[in-house]
């Protein structure tokens, strides 16, 4: 009898707004939406058409209709059959993780010793950081080519790969703000209790920034695997050094501008990096909204 | 184990010119519970930050168990210290935040756990090992700072304010849980705080500072009745003392109809004299005055009144029983006991004594 007497919540109806409240709420959320809808439909266009086009038979993806006919998912197969994908992807690959370790590695310590360590100078030296962010790495490219000439490295990817060990000007940036967040109490604790600098930023700093440090790996991930200024500039006249933009750059010539391949193609090379980016979504937008830059 | 010695220690924050802490001279005894206490901006966290090797010393030194740490990072000086936001590595677990010390050291695990059990045990937190600092309350995050202090058993326990953040009613259960602890291991303990409740009840002796000097130190009874000078006065107790600038004449001054013996020796002129709220009674006769606001806060009262003396307007407050306090709106006359008044020197601040 006592415990018939305690109201739960699920006794309680839930009160309904009256017709006109919900009628309103409908049609502004209606308005909203149509809006982002519009928006959204305008940035896939490009993506539906690749697909479509993709599975499509070379002769009907020259021709004006847009719904493929028949559905040619063998296109997905002639593509590793008629170009060395698999070869572009590991050169992709190589580029990507090398160069990626080697800018964390390198730019990790900078961005500590520039905001977490006392020393002379060290605002002049940010200073510099920064003014090389502003620099476009066109301004570099000539001399650096010289240098990789003479060093007989032009023609593979270590070009691509050795500038990212001495730090990246963006990268440090980004960590150093994503470092300054890291309250100093936690590294004063660990330095009472034991900790050097260098275990403090391995031990303490690097777990405390994972998110900050998954942010310039993606970044650097999504730069190397979509970059073409770098592997056209250094591995052109070598193909087996090619990467997937490259690669897919030199598609149309290679085999007579055969666009449904193409496409599939395309579409194989991009999947990896949307998943990434779904996966990884709540990262990239941290890392943004942290750097108030554009990623 | 260890005594601490302050010898003129001084820091100086690149970009400032006043210190921050002023050629600090301090001895803490071996075993010695130390509260440093002061408003904001005085220096307190700073001098406990020097001690910690966390601020550098710009001149002075700093001494540990007769030993010179002055220029030592912290690693090697053998304290440990509790934060104010206790500081607890959000990815570890309790029980590995209390390790932390240890495994630093290079502590075999078996010995490590063992100990960590054993401080776990002391501090009650053996069911939240496991446990990340995220899902804990704020009295265990507190417990288990101490816990990471605890384990190593340093020559010097060092706490920065470490009860700031937890409610009144864990604040005092805390603060005896604090001083048993401290009791039990015997380490010398320096200890922060701006509040004056926890400097009287945990220190041994309290050193109170403002603007990187040192004002006072000495046992909490001794600083309450003895204050050395206005700020001190001023300071410790709450509500805070009544100070007032008054003219002598033929020896005395005149305050609320009663007669306060000057200090001897001392020049005719005027003094500030400084009256404890309890050192003030409503009484039939004495100062008239205006009751303001009324405090009760239990047992007694404090009747917070605005009165003329000595030709200035004051603000005065009187401690009453509660049950016999004035209402606000009231006129009261209050009356200061003589032998219980403080005299201080209007130039200097510092205290005259009577006798």
Same mark, same amino acid.
């Given at each position: 009898m006592s415990t018939a007497s305690v109201p739960t919540t699920a006794t309680f109806a839930r009160r309904k707004p009256p017709a006109h409240v919900r009628r309103k709420r409908f049609l502004v959320g209606l308005a909203n939406y149509s809006l982002v809808i519009v928006a959204a439909a305008l940035f896939i266009a490009p993506f539906v058409f690749i697909f479509l086009t993709s599975l499509m038979t070379n002769d009907q993806a020259l021709s004006p209709h847009l719904w493929p006919h028949p559905f040619r998912w063998q296109n997905f197969v002639d593509v590793f059959h008629k170009s060395p994908l698999w070869r572009w992807t590991l050169n992709s690959l190589i580029y990507m993780s090398l160069a990626t370790l080697g800018l964390l590695l390198s730019s990790i310590p900078v961005a500590y010793a520039l905001s977490r360590l006392r020393w002379r100078g060290r605002d002049a030296v940010f200073i510099v950081v920064l003014i090389a962010l502003m620099l476009p790495p066109q301004v570099s490219v000539v001399p650096l080519y010289v240098m990789w000439a003479k060093a007989h490295l032009v023609g593979t990817l270590w070009p691509l790969i050795i500038p990212n060990c001495f730090g990246d000007a963006f990268s440090i940036f980004l960590l150093r703000q994503f470092f300054m967040t890291i309250p100093e109490e936690y590294l004063d604790a660990a330095r009472v209790d034991g900790c050097g600098e260098f275990r403090i930023l391995t031990t303490v700093v690097c777990r405390l920034a994972k998110p900050g440090i998954a942010a310039v790996a993606l970044f650097s991930i999504l730069y190397t695997f979509n970059d073409f200024f770098l592997p056209l500039l250094y591995t052109i006249d070598s193909p087996s050094h090619w990467t997937v933009p490259i690669g897919l750059a030199q598609f149309r010539s290679l085999h007579q501008v055969q666009w449904n391949l193409t496409m599939a193609a395309t579409l194989l090379v991009m999947a990896p990096v949307v998943l990434l980016f779904f996966a990884a979504q709540r990262v990239f937008v941290e890392g943004v909204t942290l750097t108030g830059v554009k990623g | 184990?260890?005594?601490?010695?302050?010898?003129?220690?001084?820091?100086?924050?690149?970009?400032?010119?006043?210190?921050?802490?002023?050629?600090?001279?301090?001895?803490?005894?071996?075993?010695? !519970? %130390?509260?440093?206490?002061?408003?904001?901006?005085? +220096?307190?966290?700073?001098?406990?930050? %020097?001690?910690?090797?966390?601020?550098?010393?710009?001149?002075?030194?700093?001494?540990?168990?007769?030993?010179?740490?002055?220029?030592?990072?912290?690693?090697?000086?053998?304290?440990?210290?509790?934060?104010?936001? $206790?500081?607890?590595?959000? $990815?570890?677990?309790?029980?590995?935040?209390?390790?932390?010390?240890?495994?630093?050291?290079?502590?075999?695990?078996?010995?490590?756990?063992?100990?960590?059990?054993?401080?776990?045990?002391? =501090? +009650?937190?053996?069911?939240? *090992?496991?446990?990340?600092?995220?899902?804990?309350?704020? +009295?265990?995050?507190?417990?288990?700072?101490?816990?990471?202090?605890?384990?190593?058993?340093?020559?010097?326990?060092? %706490?920065?304010?470490?009860?700031?953040?937890?409610?009144?009613? =864990?604040?005092?259960?805390?603060?005896?849980?604090?001083?048993?602890?401290?009791?039990?291991?015997?380490?010398?303990?320096?200890?922060?705080?701006?509040?004056?409740?926890?400097? %009287?009840?945990?220190?041994?002796?309290?050193?109170? =500072?403002?603007?990187?000097?040192?004002?006072?130190?000495?046992?909490?009874?001794?600083?309450?009745?003895?204050?050395?000078?206005?700020?001190?006065?001023? !300071?410790?107790?709450?509500?805070?003392?009544?100070?007032?600038? *008054?003219?002598?004449?033929?020896?005395?001054?005149?305050?609320?109809?009663?007669?306060?013996?000057?200090?001897?020796?001392?020049?005719?002129?005027?003094?500030? *004299?400084?009256?404890?709220?309890?050192?003030?009674?409503?009484?039939?006769?004495?100062?008239?005055?205006?009751?303001?606001?009324?405090?009760?806060?239990?047992?007694?009262? !404090?009747?917070f009144c605005s009165a003329e003396v000595g030709g200035q307007a004051m603000r005065l407050v009187a401690r009453a029983e509660a049950r016999r306090a004035p209402q606000q709106g009231d006129r009261v006359s209050l009356r200061p006991r003589a032998e219980e008044a403080h005299f201080f020197d209007p130039a200097s601040g510092e205290r005259l004594d009577r006798r």
């Open positions: - | 184990m260890a005594d601490v010695r302050y010898v003129k220690a001084t820091r100086i924050y690149p970009g400032t010119h006043s210190p921050a802490v002023d050629a600090l001279d301090l001895h803490i005894q071996d075993g010695e !519970f %130390m509260v440093l206490v002061g408003p904001s901006g005085s +220096g307190k966290t700073t001098a406990l930050r %020097m001690l910690a090797g966390l601020e550098e010393v710009d001149a002075g030194n700093v001494l540990i168990g007769g030993r010179d740490v002055t220029d030592l990072p912290p690693k090697d000086r053998d304290v440990s210290m509790v934060f104010q936001n $206790y500081a607890l590595y959000p $990815y570890l677990t309790v029980a590995a935040n209390i390790a932390f010390p240890l495994r630093m050291r290079g502590v075999k695990k078996s010995i490590r756990d063992q100990r960590v059990r054993e401080v776990a045990k002391l =501090l +009650g937190l053996e069911d939240y *090992l496991e446990r990340k600092p995220g899902q804990l309350s704020g +009295g265990q995050r507190q417990r288990v700072a101490m816990g990471r202090a605890i384990i190593r058993l340093p020559s010097v326990f060092l %706490m920065d304010e470490p009860l700031s953040n937890l409610d009144a009613k =864990l604040r005092v259960q805390m603060r005896a849980d604090i001083a048993a602890l401290q009791a039990d291991f015997g380490v010398t303990t320096v200890y922060v705080t701006h509040d004056q409740a926890e400097a %009287m009840t945990l220190g041994h002796r309290v050193a109170v =500072l403002h603007e990187g000097k040192l004002q006072q130190c000495g046992p909490p009874r001794g600083l309450y009745e003895r204050p050395a000078n206005i700020f001190v006065a001023g !300071f410790i107790g709450s509500p805070a003392m009544n100070l007032c600038t *008054l003219p002598a004449s033929n020896g005395n001054v005149s305050f609320g109809g009663v007669d306060v013996p000057v200090p001897t020796g001392s020049s005719n002129g005027s003094y500030v *004299l400084g009256v404890r709220p309890e050192s003030l009674e409503v009484a039939t006769e004495g100062i008239s005055a205006h009751v303001e606001v009324v405090e009760d806060v239990g047992a007694d009262a !404090f009747v």
